[in-house]
């Protein structure tokens, strides 16, 4: 045979054994267990100890025994006759650029430590997509010979590998691969140098491989025994490239933006506003704290991206006390932690949790889902971070939020667990669900790491199909309906009697799900994306997905029992209010019967945070009674008006929160004559609206508007005190994109008068012409958080 070209199949002789076939000198020890069988009394105490922990099934050993009494997953250091691996050639840049793995880190971050030192390191390790070939090449002790030398390659994953489960997998060389099955070729060889192409299903468990080089004779002598080496570990991944992958995407760009851009952007507060954020799913630490999170699934749990997405979902908070990534806080205090709000990417949450190894404090809920995009993406997954301006809490299942109201018309905490966040931000990944009736219910699909409820026990959420969201199919799993009456519930207001006795007395229809928003592709522009979670707002086929999903919970058709009444209320509230300033509150009424009618309106303006969350009252303006004479053409509304003040919500103290809360309450009552008309009866209406403050602005100055490449330039970063006390605590946070320096903090030592300017001057450089990024925020004592982006322009000197 000419050893110096590529391998003839049809010239290959005859196997002895099978192709999948383990040495069977060998196959009896696999997973012994000598108490089996043994009286009671004769089994070990911590066997016994197992037996009763009350785990449904009889398994004695530990994972770290049952790999012990594995010998597949043995090295064997006898010597003999056959074939001694001694190296492996990866061939790690044609394999990386062939599957867009490139980005992941080419080296171990510390090559003086042992492999058993480095065990969780990636760096340096080669990282496939699942469903495509990659090349190796094995170097032994003497030039291989097809007529008396068998291979195999063995590939390990998961805890507790096992042939029968797909997790552990022996590879002999074969003329041919099947598309859904791992497989090997042996394609060149060069005297003591083997080249072949390992194929990976579409639905290959993805995760961290273990390999082992085995070889024996195949007409073994008295001398021969089967040699097996271990080599560096292979990671599989998801495969946005290839077809038969359940996350497939078709088009580059989107492949581009959704698996491997590692920055991008996440909308917080208002529609207009967003804050970039560093995905950085390429570090090493993002890999590798992925599939940390992915030891205790099984392989058949880890081809499915399903799955995996529920369990990253679970994983990324702490609510379970199962080693969660992120503790979640939303308070005025954040005791020995991080605030939410200072942080500006993933990397440096995932290297404290693996630094501490225990959970990092503190997230909300853009930095759950922040930190959700990056490992989602490191694993190989279409993700994106999505928020839903408007985002409705419904705590009990009911598809509705539900607001109470007492007689004197206040706001009833106790029953008010409902609520209406300002803005709540989660993800979705794109991927197949052949899991379900229909192929409709493919494509985006949401999830949430914030802990709100718990599915399944768990606190977790999703994924569910955004098209099934859409539709009202609530039934579909996984916690449709709670994302259903995220976008899409309706508000129901309650009026609770002193007898206990409650009654609907007004339902909002068009109040939550506004402005969906993501990043768009290859660009830091908003998308809007409300179109896939619910149709055009008001129109019949948003009703009836409302109305399907309310009788698939068994629950009324709310908007259809509240009758029609004479006096119509509207409501106005200032927007934009600038934090620090008064603002105004409206409410106008207007009688459309024919009686004279009387009318006692209560207005309740309360702090609260963006979750909705109450805090303090701020202003009220209890039972004010108003006259409104029989409908006129020419009769004007009648309008009662409530100001509020700055002094009423700003204290030094304390730090103000995002928004505020009013809470109308109506009560109309009959005329004095008796009349026939049914809707002359008396009635109670409920109202709320939000008002959300807007933040100081940051600007920036500078002497020119470009600069030049290797040249230091600087530029002064200041705001001006819109608040009628001094600021404290001023800190300016900075995170750059291809400038010097990447990052930097600085605190303010004095305090900054009202309308008095806070600045601070930074000097850049950039050894790169072009448009480069500055993302400024601001902390205080006062305001919690506020930033902008801002551009510097570097063009060649």
């Known amino acids: 045979m000419d050893m110096g070209t590529k391998v003839s199949k049809g010239s290959r002789p005859k196997r002895t054994t099978p192709p999948m076939e383990g040495p069977r000198h060998n196959s009896r020890r696999i997973c012994e267990d000598t108490s089996m069988g043994q009286p009671e009394s004769a089994v070990p105490p911590r066997i016994r100890a197992r037996r009763s922990e009350g785990e449904g099934r009889w398994d004695p050993t530990t994972d770290e025994e049952y790999r012990d009494r594995n010998p597949l997953l043995k090295e064997n250091t006898i010597a003999g006759l056959q074939l001694q691996p001694k190296e492996v050639d990866y061939h790690l840049e044609i394999n990386h650029k062939n599957h867009n793995t490139t980005k992941y880190p080419k080296h171990p971050r510390n090559p003086e430590l042992t492999e058993n030192e480095n065990k969780n390191d990636i760096g340096g390790l080669l990282i496939v997509r699942r469903g495509q070939t990659f090349d190796l090449t094995i170097l032994f002790d003497r030039a291989y010979d097809p007529e008396n030398d068998q291979i195999t390659l063995d590939l390990a994953t998961g805890t507790r590998p096992d042939q029968s489960k797909g997790t552990l997998l022996r590879l002999r060389d074969s003329t041919e691969t099947a598309p859904w099955s791992w497989g090997m070729q042996i394609t060149r060889v060069d005297g003591d140098r083997v080249s072949m192409q390992v194929t990976s299903p579409a639905d290959a468990a993805i995760g961290r491989y273990e390999l082992l080089v085995e070889t024996e004779l195949k007409d073994p002598k008295p001398d021969g025994e089967l040699k097996r080496k271990k080599f560096k570990d292979i990671i599989v991944l998801f495969n946005a490239w290839c077809k038969d992958d359940a996350v497939y995407m078709e088009d580059q760009s989107h492949r581009e933006e959704y698996v491997l851009n590692d920055y991008g952007r996440i909308w917080v507060g208002h529609w207009s506003n967003s804050r970039p954020w560093k995905f950085g799913q390429f570090e090493a630490v993002s890999l590798e704290t992925a599939l940390k999170l992915l030891d205790n699934l099984n392989g058949d749990a880890r081809r499915i991206p399903k799955e995996v997405c529920r369990r990253v979902s679970q994983m990324v908070n702490s609510n379970d006390e199962d080693g969660g990534i992120l503790e979640g806080r939303w308070a005025e205090e954040y005791p020995d932690g991080t605030f939410p709000w200072t942080w500006t990417g993933s990397v440096k949450i995932l290297e404290e949790y693996a630094r501490k190894n225990s959970t990092v404090k503190y997230g909300q809920c853009w930095v759950f889902s922040g930190v959700v995009t990056t490992l989602s993406r490191a694993l190989g997954i279409p993700t994106r971070s999505v928020t839903n301006f408007d985002s409705a809490h419904d705590t009990d299942g009911s598809l509705t939020i539900d607001t109470h109201f007492d007689e004197e018309g206040e706001p009833i905490a106790?029953?008010?667990?409902?609520?209406?966040?300002?803005?709540?931000?989660?993800?979705?990944?794109?991927?197949?669900?052949?899991?379900?009736?229909?192929?409709?219910?493919?494509?985006?699909?949401?999830?949430?790491?914030?802990?709100?409820?718990?599915?399944?026990?768990?606190?977790?959420?999703?994924?569910?199909?955004?098209?099934?969201?859409?539709?009202?199919?609530?039934?579909?799993?996984?916690?449709?309906?709670?994302?259903?009456?995220?976008?899409?519930?309706?508000?129901?207001?309650?009026?609770?009697?002193?007898?206990?006795?409650?009654?609907?007395?007004?339902?909002?229809?068009?109040?939550?799900?506004?402005?969906?928003?993501?990043?768009?592709?290859?660009?830091?522009?908003?998308?809007?994306?409300?179109?896939?979670?619910?149709?055009?707002?008001?129109?019949?086929?948003?009703?009836?997905?409302?109305?399907?999903?309310?009788?698939?919970?068994?629950?009324?058709?709310?908007?259809?029992?509240?009758?029609?009444?004479?006096?119509?209320?509207?409501?106005?509230?200032?927007?934009?209010?600038?934090?620090?300033?008064?603002?105004?509150?409206?409410?106008?009424?207007?009688?459309?019967?024919?009686?004279?009618?009387?009318?006692?309106?209560?207005?309740?303006?309360?702090?609260?945070?963006?979750?909705?969350?109450?805090?303090?009252?701020?202003?009220?303006?209890?039972?004010?009674?108003?006259?409104?004479?029989?409908?006129?053409?020419?009769?004007?509304?009648?309008?009662?008006?409530?100001?509020?003040?700055?002094?009423?919500?700003?204290?030094?103290?304390?730090?103000?929160?995002?928004?505020?809360?009013?809470?109308?309450?109506?009560?109309?009552?009959?005329?004095?004559?008796?009349?026939?008309?049914?809707?002359?009866?008396?009635?109670?209406?409920?109202?709320?609206?939000?008002?959300?403050?807007?933040?100081?602005?940051?600007?920036?100055?500078?002497?020119?508007?470009?600069?030049?490449?290797?040249?230091?330039?600087?530029?002064?970063?200041?705001?001006?005190?819109?608040?009628?006390?001094?600021?404290?605590?001023?800190?300016?946070?900075?995170?750059?994109?291809?400038?010097?320096?990447g990052e930097l903090t600085r605190k303010l030592e004095s305090p900054v008068q009202p309308n008095e300017k806070a600045s601070i001057l930074v000097t850049f450089k950039s050894i790169k012409k072009g448009t480069k990024e500055v993302d400024v925020t601001v902390t205080t004592d006062q305001i919690s958080e506020f930033d902008k982006l801002f551009y510097q322009f570097i063009r060649s000197s």
């Open 414 to 741: 106790l029953l008010n667990s409902d609520s209406n966040w300002n803005y709540h931000v989660w993800n979705e990944s794109y991927f197949s669900r052949p899991d379900l009736p229909a192929a409709e219910f493919s494509g985006w699909q949401a999830y949430d790491a914030t802990p709100q409820e718990r599915s399944d026990g768990i606190f977790r959420c999703g994924p569910c199909p955004l098209t099934a969201v859409k539709n009202g199919d609530v039934h579909i799993p996984h916690d449709t309906g709670f994302v259903f009456a995220e976008v899409n519930g309706d508000r129901c207001y309650w009026m609770v009697y002193e007898n206990g006795h409650k009654e609907l007395i007004n339902v909002q229809k068009e109040v939550f799900g506004t402005n969906i928003s993501t990043k768009a592709v290859g660009s830091n522009e908003r998308e809007d994306i409300t179109e896939l979670y619910k149709h055009k707002e008001g129109s019949p086929e948003e009703r009836k997905a409302v109305e399907r999903a309310l009788r698939a919970r068994g629950q009324h058709d709310y908007p259809s029992i509240v009758k029609p009444k004479d006096v119509t209320f509207s409501y106005e509230v200032q927007s934009d209010v600038v934090i620090g300033s008064d603002f105004y509150v409206i409410v106008k009424a207007n009688n459309k019967g024919s009686e004279k009618r009387s009318v006692d309106i209560s207005i309740t303006v309360k702090s609260a945070m963006y979750t909705g969350r109450n805090t303090h009252d701020v202003a009220k303006l209890l039972r004010q009674r108003v006259e409104l004479e029989p409908n006129h053409p020419y009769m004007p509304d009648k309008e009662i008006q409530l100001i509020v003040k700055a002094q009423d919500y700003v204290t030094q103290d304390r730090m103000l929160d995002d928004e505020f809360l009013i809470y109308f309450h109506s009560e109309v009552h009959p005329p004095s004559n008796d009349s026939a008309d049914a809707s002359s009866t008396s009635y109670a209406r409920g109202h709320m609206e939000t008002v959300v403050l807007t933040m100081p602005e940051l600007q920036q100055k500078q002497n020119e508007v470009y600069h030049k490449v290797d040249e230091d330039f600087e530029v002064e970063f200041f705001f001006v005190n819109p608040l009628p006390i001094p600021l404290t605590g001023i800190c300016f946070q900075l995170d750059c994109k291809d400038l010097t320096p």
